[in-house]
């Protein structure tokens, strides 16, 4: 509000290198705080001046200049596009090749914050020719160089399979999957993160990401004591199994889907969220996969996040995992239904606090249609709404007629009770499953 930014400015192009070096400086610190200031450096015409001098000047300029860039484009897509068109890659690019590894530290840290926002963005710092010489860096021995590189290559390749190609054919994985045994955890956080944001975007990706042979050595992150390098760990899994079901079968004989067990049961919260969706994932694709999530004893875990945790998404996508595990035939079904969750899966399915997200998730109906362990169902006989209470009378329908023990197990239970007091439309499928139910039993027990 003082004027500073003009006064600055000139400051830029003093005599004293230290003038100018700290000038860029201060300016860098002003944008950093707000998109207004960023805007103002930008109105300013301060950008050309900067990117001018970035290549003639010494290393401590060099430094600050990026740090301006890199605070200026960190805002939003506007912004970074102000910083691209004033020219500011090519010169930032240049700086990747200094002898300095701040200054290349600084360079990778404007690019990274420039390719982030969406793929046109990304796609420039492409363009400049950024990517082969960010390979470079993460081969540097300076970790902070490392740590940030590899950030900057998970941040150009998230938005497209084109974008990930292009960081995959300058030689990325291999130089990431060596270092996820780094004993730095930040740096293995950038390393998972960038392999996931290769990984998720197409089967060829995710099958190169697993024959750099990131198996089974990727899994003791998954026991970390960094939360990030765990959730990072977990999410890269995760990214690998949605894809095929040859991918899942290969994180099962890896030993990823018991690893991703003990996973959930030693967290709590969001961190947990990637595994879970790891096992419903492998499990969806077919009957062994989800059987090997049910040997290796991954439906007690899924069951506790549904009762442990307070976030609506997280129970989601536990009612979700549970789902996909038990859809696939009644063995699976009775797998997942002798825990007693289904009760608690149709109370947050009924809770009118429950998101629409969960609801459609606990709608059970996935279960319920291969489900023929009657001991779980007939407690739900008591509260299922007319959508669910159809699925329900027609398990037992299928299951009664064939099954003495059952039959009369659902007349001592107030089974049979329950089902006369449903009030269903006369010739409908719900009408029809009762009135077979009700042949199973002499009259007077009817009645």
């Known amino acids: 509000n003082s004027g500073v930014m003009s006064l600055l400015r000139p400051l830029l192009l003093d005599v004293v290198p230290n003038v100018q070096h700290t000038a860029a400086l201060a300016l860098g610190r002003l944008a950093n705080y707000n ?21 003639e000047q010494n290393r401590f300029y060099k430094k600050a200049a990026a740090f301006v860039l890199r605070a200026v484009g960190k805002h939003s897509p506007q912004l970074a596009q102000a910083v691209v068109q004033c020219g500011a890659l090519e010169t930032l690019v240049i700086c990747l090749e200094d002898f300095d590894p701040g200054v290349k530290e600084a360079a990778a840290w404007a690019l ?49 399979p084109e974008l990930a190609q292009t960081v995959v054919d300058a030689g990325a994985i291999a130089h990431l999957a060596q270092m996820i045994l780094n004993p730095d955890a930040k740096l293995k956080r950038q390393v998972l993160s960038a392999l996931s944001q290769i990984a998720k975007h197409s089967v060829d990706l995710a099958e190169l990401v697993v024959e750099a042979e990131i198996f089974p050595v990727m899994l003791t992150c998954l026991k970390d004591s960094d939360e990030y390098v765990k959730k990072n760990g977990a999410t890269l899994i995760r990214e690998i199994a949605k894809h095929s079901p040859e991918l899942s079968q290969f994180i099962v004989n890896a030993g990823g889907v018991a690893a991703v067990i003990d996973y959930i049961g030693s967290c709590k919260g969001t961190v947990r969220l990637p595994g879970i969706m790891t096992l419903g994932y492998v499990a969806a694709h077919s009957e062994n996969l989800s059987m090997a999530v049910i040997v290796s004893k991954g439906i007690p875990p899924l069951c506790a996040c549904l009762l442990e945790e307070h976030t609506d998404h997280i129970k989601a996508a536990a009612a979700w995992a549970l789902g996909q595990i038990g859809r696939h035939t009644p063995e699976h079904a009775h797998a997942v239904a002798v ?109």
Do not use: W
Request: net charge neutral; proline share 6%.
């Open 339 to 447: 825990t007693n969750v289904l009760a608690t899966l149709l109370a947050m399915y009924m809770d009118i606090q429950s998101s629409e997200d969960l609801r459609v998730k606990a709608t059970l109906k996935n279960i319920l249609q291969k489900c023929t362990y009657l001991p779980a169902l007939t407690p739900l006989l008591r509260d299922a709404p007319p959508n669910i209470m159809k699925y329900i009378v027609g398990q037992f329908s299928k299951v009664l007629p064939h099954d003495s023990k059952a039959r009369r197990l659902f007349v001592t239970t107030g089974g049979l009770k329950k089902v006369q007091e449903i009030k269903a439309e006369p010739g409908s499928l719900l009408q029809e499953y009762i009135n077979t139910i009700n042949n199973c039993y002499p009259e007077e027990i009817v009645r």
């Open 112 to 160: 990274g914050y420039v390719a982030r926002h969406n793929s046109e963005l990304s796609q420039a710092v492409v363009d400049a020719g950024a990517v082969p010489l960010l390979v470079l860096c993460i081969q540097e021995p300076e970790i902070a160089l490392k740590r940030i590189a590899a950030s900057t290559l998970g941040d150009i390749s998230k938005h497209s």
């Open 35 to 55: 998109d207004d200031l960023a805007e103002a450096v930008v109105k300013g015409d301060i950008l050309p001046q900067l990117v001018c001098s970035l290549s």
